[in-house]
């Protein structure tokens, strides 16, 4: 098998390799966080301009942006006005997996704790 390449001096995206290795991610999934780390910074993210981008819809984007969100690859936050209303939703997109609270398999401490602990006295 043959691969042609273009030369890269302008109109194209690097990007981490995490999604693509992803094995759980669909490539529906992949395919939009790539176009949308294809995009400028200041652009505006919404379902349906993502939408507009390619001829899936607005659920096949919304389903995609879900398994990134699970994935840990999105992040999604509702926006409120000053009254409370929602107005829109923030859209953070992480390259690389963002887990808050890793689960080890043998934690390892630094600096385990050895002393000996004083035995609670339960005759009262």
């Known amino acids: 098998m043959s691969v042609i390449r273009v030369e890269k001096t ?6 981490a390799n995490y999604h693509f290795k992803e094995k759980g991610l669909s490539l529906k999934a992949k395919g939009i966080m790539s176009l949308m780390l294809s995009l400028p910074n200041d652009w505006d ?6 939408a507009t981008l390619s001829k899936d819809g607005i659920n096949s984007v919304r389903s995609a942006l879900k398994e990134l969100e ?4 999105l992040v999604m936050e509702r926006e409120r006005d000053k009254k409370g209303i929602l107005r829109g939703t923030v859209y953070t ?5 963002i887990v808050d609270n890793p689960i080890l398999d043998k934690p390892i401490l630094d600096e385990p704790i050895l002393e000996k602990r004083t035995q609670l006295n339960t005759n009262l």
Do not use: D, Q
């Open 10 to 15: 302008s109109n194209y995206t690097v990007m």
């Open 45 to 50: 993210y919404t379902v349906e301009g993502l």
């Open 70 to 73: 699970n994935f840990h690859y």
């Open 93 to 97: 997109l992480y390259e690389k997996p």
